[in-house]
């Protein structure tokens, strides 16, 4: 009988945690995708993906520890500022955006570390391969409600990938061995949500 208390009572309390989860979208006007990448050995490129959609549920409006997180990024919204270049990012040698125009993070689970800091561990599809990939993630001033009436919160996420895990095959190299476009890329997501 006591086991069966004990099983009643758990079952209450993870119904009471699912009901417990709170809603936040992405607010696309003030979030933004952007990576970097060693050009030649010597500089660096930079840019973003300008169209994107997301959410996140959290367990409760103060503690982002445990919310889940999606992202899709259409990668034919890639900007590097030079047209050319644009459009040869989204040819086959790098995001081939005619046959996967979408990139995707699904099952991100946002978690602390012993330090108190958020870690956003998730899978990330780039073309066809989905690799795992942890972020570290920033909480930028805490939670706030806009002039407006909005319940807001701001986040940081940054990560570093290798390009070719991803099928991002182009591979020229200086004569003297150095990458054209080195493998890793830095990501950097800036978020800001809006409570449900």
Do not use: C
């Not at 270049?85 to 990139?103: A, I």
Request: overall charge positive; charged content about 25%.
């Amino acid at each position: 009988m006591k086991k069966l208390i004990n099983l009643l009572v758990a079952i209450i309390l993870v119904s009471n945690v699912a009901v417990a989860q709170v809603k936040w979208s992405v607010d696309p006007a003030h979030t933004n995708v952007r990576f970097d990448v060693n050009h030649l050995g010597i500089s660096f490129v930079d840019g973003q993906f300008k169209t994107l959609e997301g959410n996140v549920e959290s367990v409760n409006e103060k503690d982002f520890a445990g919310a889940k997180v999606n992202f899709t990024i259409d990668a034919n919204s890639i900007d590097t500022r030079i047209e050319i270049r644009d459009n040869h990012l989204k040819s086959d040698d790098f995001f081939n955006v005619e046959k996967f125009p979408k990139m995707t993070l699904k099952n991100g689970l946002l978690t602390k570390d012993k330090k108190g800091k958020y870690i956003l561990t998730g899978d990330l599809t780039i073309r066809d391969v989905t690799k795992k990939v942890t972020f570290q993630v920033a909480q930028n001033n805490g939670i706030i409600t806009d002039p407006w009436g909005k319940t807001r919160a701001g986040f940081t996420a940054t990560a570093t990938i290798n390009r070719f895990d991803y099928n991002i095959k182009y591979n020229d190299k200086l004569p003297t061995g150095v990458d054209a476009v080195a493998p890793n890329v830095k990501i950097v997501v800036n978020v800001e949500l809006v409570k449900n």
